[in-house]
Nanobody
Framework: QVQLVESGGGLVQAGGSLKLSCAASGRTFSICAMGWFRQAPGKEREFVAAISRSGGSTSYADSVKGRFTISRDNAKKTVYLQTNNLKPEDTAVYYC?????????????????????WGQGTQVTVSS
């Protein structure tokens, strides 16, 4: 079992930055591939970024490439999403997700249906 708690959201002007954190509890964080997703009002939840359990492999949605960076600290059981040059269209609730992954240290998932554990979300609002 993995419990996830996101933090770091808030209100920021366009062009600003936020660093989101997702703290995990449970014994298996180090074998979890992790992901960030977001859901804007009236829209479906969408993939943002993913990272393998080793941290050596990452993936990003085209809409955030070059602006967002996902990273993890297995000792702290935390995954981060550094968001830079934020745009109003980045406004959404951001969720982190986890899936225990035994077969490969360098595998990640980009489909929300592949994740087993979810946090409660943190709101990011970008004003123009």
């Amino acid at each position: 079992q993995v419990q996830l708690v996101e933090s770091g959201g808030g209100l920021v002007q366009a062009g600003g930055s936020l660093k989101l954190s997702c703290a995990a509890s449970g014994r298996t964080f180090s074998i979890c591939a992790m992901g960030w997703f977001r859901q804007a009002p009236g829209k479906e939840r969408e993939f943002v970024a993913a990272i393998s359990r080793s941290g050596g492999s990452t993936s990003y949605a085209d809409s955030v490439k070059g602006r967002f960076t996902i990273s993890r600290d297995n000792a702290k059981k935390t995954v981060y999403l550094q968001t830079n040059n934020l745009k109003p269209e980045d406004t959404a609730v951001y969720y982190c997700a986890a899936r225990e992954t035994y077969f490969s240290a360098d595998y990640y998932y980009t489909n929300e249906r592949q994740y087993d554990y979810w946090g409660q979300g943190t709101q990011v609002t970008v004003s123009s």
